[in-house]
């Protein structure tokens, strides 16, 4: 028997595999991974334990697929802002952005990947660092386009492009975190408005208050 018959016989009548993992998300979103328990993944899912280990292998494996299910969902919004023009609507746009979804009204607040493994025992150290690493994607991805923006003169010569990138991704971080904490959205908007103001003077070819007056929310 393959792979595919075992994960298919152990499917429920009417199994919708993605939506079982949006249900999945929002457990791990509340309760992170060490809280989630296996009865409160199940009764949300609507899925037993052992068609749950048929379909999805185990506990880490779920958390996995939907950390992935999230990525394409819910944090969707990050890749596409590295398309904007220049570096510094790239930063501001991912800030921007990062709030609103932050603090959406149909899903917990704060962010998966930090709320899921804030607390993990040694035993789960595997789950931090997968976390760790799922975070330091898009990290890469954004040195890379401030690197860009560095060659092409958008950026002032010699900027630490990398240091830069981790300065918006530990920002984006640490407003995950209030926002799970209860901080709202237009405090955390005054946030990006102040870190703003820093990234400005990297641009060498404006004017830094012009350009955060310019650019900076109503």
């Known amino acids: 028997m393959s792979a595919d018959d075992h994960r298919g016989r152990g499917r429920p009548r009417g199994f919708v595999e993605h939506e079982a993992l949006d249900q ?11 809280g989630a328990s296996m009865g409160e993944l199940t009764a949300a899912m609507g899925i037993n334990k052992p068609s749950l280990y048929a379909v999805f292998g185990s506990k880490e494996q779920l958390f996995r697929r939907a950390l992935a299910r999230y990525r394409d969902t819910y944090v969707a919004y990050a890749p596409a802002t590295l398309e904007e023009p220049t570096a510094y609507a790239v ?37 931090t660092e997968f976390l760790a690493d799922y975070r330091a994607v898009f990290e890469g991805m954004l040195a890379q386009r401030l690197g860009r923006a560095e060659r092409e003169g958008d950026l002032a010569p ?9 300065f918006v ?3 984006g971080q640490g407003l995950a975190v209030h926002a ?39």
């Open 158 to 166: 010699g900027t630490d492009t990398a240091a830069l990138a981790r």
């Open 24 to 34: 999945a998300i929002r457990v791990f979103w509340q309760h992170g991974y060490e």
């Open 169 to 171: 991704v530990t920002l």
């Open 180 to 218: 799970a904490a209860g901080a709202g959205r237009e405090d955390l908007q005054a946030s990006v408005d102040i870190a703003l103001r820093a990234v400005a003077a990297y641009s060498p070819w404006r004017d830094p208050v012009t350009l955060v007056a310019e650019t900076t929310r109503p």
């Open 91 to 127: 930063i501001e746009s991912y800030l921007r952005a990062a709030v609103d979804a932050l603090t959406g009204s149909d899903h917990p607040p704060g962010c998966l990947s930090i709320q899921g493994g804030l607390s993990c025992a040694p035993a789960n150290s595997g789950i």
